[in-house]
C-alpha cells in the first residue's frame, strides 16, 4: 500500500470518496450514540425508518430536501466560479421579506397572478442582496465569506424587526401575520409544487455549466482568475452574475418553505425562522458531497435531508439532546473535509517491484 | 456609565483573544475560517466544567486546552493532510455548532452560585491586561524576535523558508496550536466571565467579526489591538443603546445590526486598490495555501 498523487480526479472516484466519508461519518456518529446510552443499529434503523415513512416523515423529507437542493444550487454555482457562497442564509432572509411583502400588500390578487409574483419578488430580493457580495467580491476582492456572514446577521435582524413589534407583527407574539389562503402554495400530496421548480433549476444549471458559453466562463474563473482575465472575461460581470442567480434561488427557497409547509403560512418566532436560516448551511455540504454537480445534487440533498429529518426522531424518540442533527451533519462536514484529501492522492497496492494496480 | 465602559473593554478583550490567535495563524499562512466554532468550543467545555467542578480557573484552563485541540485538529487537516482550509474550517464552525449546543444545553442558564468571575471594582476584568499584554507579546515576537522572523517567512513563501532551513511543518503546527488556545481563551472568557451563563449559541457572530477584525488590522496586532477597542464599544451601544443614546427611539434590531454593518463598510474601505496599495503589504502571500515539499 502507498499513497501516490493523484493526476485526475474522474467522477466516479468523487463519488467513491463520498460515499466513504458518509460511512466514517456514521462509524463516527456510532462512538457518540453508545456515548450517550443509545445503541446504533436501534437508532439508524429509527433515522431512515422514520424519515422514509410515508406515514411519518416522508412528506417533511421530500419538503426538506428540496429546500436543501434550492440551498445547494444557490452554494454551487458561485463556487463553480472559486466564490464561497455562505449567504445563502441571509439571501433566504430576503427572499422571505420580498414574498411576504408581495402576499401582504396584493392579498386581493387570484393565486394564479399572486403566487407568481411572490416568487419572482422573492428571487428578485434574494438576487439582489447575492449581488452585494457578487459585486464587492468581483471589484474590491472583498473576503466574500465574512462579508456573507455579516450581511445574513444584517437580514436577520431586519426579518426579527418585520415581525417582532414592527409592520408584519401577528397576533401571537412575535410571529407574522399568516399569509392570505391566496398566497398558499399548491401541493401535490404533501409536497408543494415547487419542488418542480427546484428540480427544473437544477436540470437548468447544470446544462448552463456545460453546454453554453457563460457555464464555460464561470469554470474558467473558477479554477484560474489570471486565466479568465486573460481569455478577455470580466471577472466583475462573472461574479455579479454568479452570487445574482445563487441569490436568486436562495430566495424562492424562502416561497416553498413558507408557503408551502403546512405548518407555516407565516414566518414564525425568532427563534425557529432562524432555525431554518440555519438549514441552508446544509447546503454547503450538500453541494461539496456531490462535487458541485447540480444533477447530483438532487439524491444528495433528499438523503441529507432524511438524516436531519430522521434525527429529529431520535431526539423525540430515543430522548435525545437538542442539537444532535447539527452534531451528525458537524462530523459529516469534517469527515468531508479529511477525505478531501484523496482528491489529491490515491492509494495504491503494490503487486511487484515497479508494477502498479 | 462606568458598567458600559467596562463592559465595552471586557468585549474588546474577547476581540483580541480570539483576533490574537486568528493574527498568528495567518501569519504562518494558515486561514482558519472556524474561529467562531472554536469560540463556541472554549465557551461550552469552559462553562460545563466550572458549574461541575464550581472551579472557574479549572473552567479556563479546560477551554483553552479543548481550543488548542481543535487548532490542532484544523492543522492536522490542513497542514498534514493539505485540504481545502476554508472548508475544514466551516466544518469546525458547524461541528461546533451542533456539538456544544448538544452538549450544553442541559447547563443552560448562570453559573452556580458563589461561582464568578472576579472583577477589579466589580467593573473590569483583569484579564483585559492580559489581553493587552499579550498584544504586547504577539508584536514583540512577530516583529522583534528570530522566532517571529520564521513565522512571517513561513506566512510568505514556505518552500523559500524551508531551503533555508525552517520546518515549516512545525511553525505552522505551533502556530494553529497557540491560535486554538486563545480563541478558547476567547470563548471561556465569553461564557465564564462576560455572560457568566450559557444560552445556545452564546458567541452569536462574535468570532466571525473578530476574523474579519484581522484583515481589518492588516495583519498588525496594534491596529488589531484598537480595532478591538473600537468593535467592543460599538458592540456594547448595540446591546444597550439605551445607555449612550436614551432618547434616539429607533427599534432595538437597528442598533443590533451596526456591529455588522460597520464590519462590512471598513472591508470595502480597506479593499479599495488606493488603500491596498499603501497598507495592505502585510498580507502573508501564502496565506490559505496548502504547502507540500516537493
Redesign the interface.
Known amino acids: 500500500m502507498k499513497l501516490e498523487k493523484r493526476l485526475v480526479l474522474t467522477g466516479r472516484d468523487a463519488l467513491k470518496i463520498s460515499i466513504f466519508s458518509i460511512i466514517a461519518t456514521l462509524v463516527v456518529f456510532s462512538i457518540l450514540l453508545i456515548w450517550a446510552g443509545v445503541n446504533p443499529i436501534e437508532a439508524y434503523r429509527e433515522i431512515f425508518s422514520y424519515a422514509y415513512d410515508p406515514r411519518f416523515g416522508l412528506g417533511l423529507t421530500i419538503r426538506r430536501g428540496m429546500f436543501l437542493l434550492f440551498a445547494t444550487l444557490a452554494f454551487i454555482l458561485p463556487l463553480r466560479a472559486g466564490i464561497?457562497n455562505?449567504g445563502v442564509e441571509g439571501q433566504f432572509y430576503l427572499g422571505t421579506v420580498g414574498a411576504f411583502w408581495v402576499g401582504y400588500t396584493l392579498s386581493d390578487l387570484p393565486s394564479e397572478t399572486l403566487i407568481p409574483l411572490m416568487l419572482i419578488v422573492g428571487a428578485l430580493c434574494g438576487a439582489g442582496f447575492g449581488a452585494i457580495t457578487g459585486y464587492?467580491k468581483g471589484k474590491?476582492?472583498?473576503?466574500e465569506?465574512?462579508?456573507a456572514?455579516?450581511?445574513n446577521?444584517?437580514a436577520y435582524?431586519?426579518i426579527?424587526?418585520l415581525i417582532?413589534?414592527?409592520p408584519w407583527m401577528g397576533a401571537a407574539e412575535s410571529v407574522s401575520r399568516p399569509l392570505p389562503v391566496s398566497a398558499w402554495a399548491p401541493m401535490i400530496g404533501e409536497v408543494p409544487s415547487t419542488t418542480l421548480i427546484a428540480l427544473a433549476i437544477s436540470v437548468f444549471l447544470y446544462f448552463l455549466l456545460t453546454k453554453f458559453t457563460v457555464g464555460y466562463q464561470i469554470r474558467t474563473l473558477g479554477s484560474s482568475s489570471a486565466a479568465a482575465r486573460y481569455a478577455g472575461m470580466s471577472p466583475l460581470k462573472i461574479s455579479l452574475f454568479v452570487m445574482a442567480v445563487g441569490g436568486a434561488i436562495a430566495g424562492l427557497a424562502a416561497y416553498h418553505l413558507w408557503a408551502g409547509d403546512p405548518g407555516f403560512h407565516m414566518i414564525p418566532k425568532p427563534q425557529t425562522y432562524k432555525q431554518q436560516g440555519?438549514l441552508t448551511?446544509y447546503g454547503?455540504?450538500c453541494g461539496?458531497l456531490c462535487v458541485l454537480n447540480p444533477l447530483a445534487a438532487i439524491p444528495t440533498a433528499t438523503f441529507i435531508s432524511g438524516m436531519t429529518v430522521g434525527s429529529t426522531a431520535l431526539i423525540r424518540r430515543l430522548g435525545l439532546?437538542?442539537?444532535?442533527?447539527?452534531?451528525?451533519?458537524?462530523?459529516l462536514?469534517?469527515s468531508?473535509?479529511?477525505f478531501?484529501?484523496f482528491?489529491?492522492y490515491r492509494i495504491v497496492r503494490r503487486k511487484k517491484e515497479g508494477e502498479v494496480i | 456609565m462606568w458598567p458600559f465602559v467596562g463592559k465595552s473593554l471586557e468585549m474588546a478583550t474577547l476581540f483580541m483573544f480570539a483576533a490574537l490567535g486568528e493574527l498568528l495563524n495567518q501569519r504562518s499562512g494558515v486561514l482558519n475560517v472556524g474561529l467562531e466554532g472554536l469560540m463556541l468550543f472554549g465557551a461550552a467545555s469552559s462553562f460545563i466544567t466550572a458549574t461541575l467542578t464550581g472551579n472557574i480557573l479549572l473552567g479556563f484552563l479546560v477551554g483553552m486546552s479543548v481550543g488548542g485541540a481543535v487548532g490542532f485538529l484544523h492543522g492536522y487537516l490542513s497542514i498534514t493532510l493539505r485540504v481545502n482550509q476554508v472548508v475544514s474550517g466551516m466544518a469546525i464552525w458547524i461541528l461546533a455548532f451542533g456539538l456544544t449546543t448538544y452538549l450544553a444545553n442541559p447547563f443552560t442558564g448562570p453559573l452556580p452560585r458563589g461561582v464568578s468571575s472576579w472583577r477589579i471594582g466589580d467593573l473590569l476584568s483583569p484579564l483585559f491586561f492580559v489581553g493587552v499584554g499579550l498584544v504586547f507579546v504577539i508584536w514583540f515576537i512577530l516583529s522583534k524576535t528570530h522566532l517571529g522572523l520564521r513565522i512571517r517567512a513561513v506566512g510568505e513563501d514556505p518552500s523559500v523558508a524551508e531551503a533555508s532551513g525552517i520546518n515549516v511543518v512545525r511553525t505552522r503546527y505551533l502556530c494553529v496550536i497557540v491560535g486554538g488556545v486563545l480563541g478558547g481563551l476567547s470563548g471561556a472568557f465569553l461564557s465564564l466571565t462576560y455572560l457568566g451563563s450559557w444560552s445556545h449559541n452564546p458567541v452569536a457572530g462574535r468570532g466571525w467579526v473578530s476574523l474579519a477584525l484581522v484583515f481589518l488590522s492588516m495583519w498588525r496586532p496594534w491596529l488589531l489591538f484598537a480595532g478591538a477597542l473600537v468593535f467592543g464599544t460599538i458592540w456594547q451601544f448595540a446591546l444597550s443603546p439605551e445607555i449612550i443614546l436614551p432618547a434616539l427611539g429607533l427599534p432595538l434590531q437597528f442598533y443590533r445590526m451596526i456591529p455588522f454593518a460597520v464590519t462590512i463598510v471598513i472591508l470595502v474601505v480597506i479593499s479599495t486598490e488606493r488603500f491596498r496599495k499603501r497598507w495592505g503589504l502585510a498580507k502573508p502571500a501564502a496565506l490559505g495555501l496548502p504547502y507540500a515539499k516537493e
Open positions: 464561497w455562505v464587492l474590491l476582492n472583498v473576503d465569506i465574512v462579508l456572514i455579516m450581511l446577521n444584517i435582524w431586519l426579527h424587526f417582532v413589534g414592527g440555519d448551511y454547503i455540504v461539496l439532546g437538542f442539537g444532535i442533527d447539527f452534531t451528525l451533519l458537524g462530523i462536514f469534517l468531508l473535509a479529511a478531501q484529501f482528491y489529491q
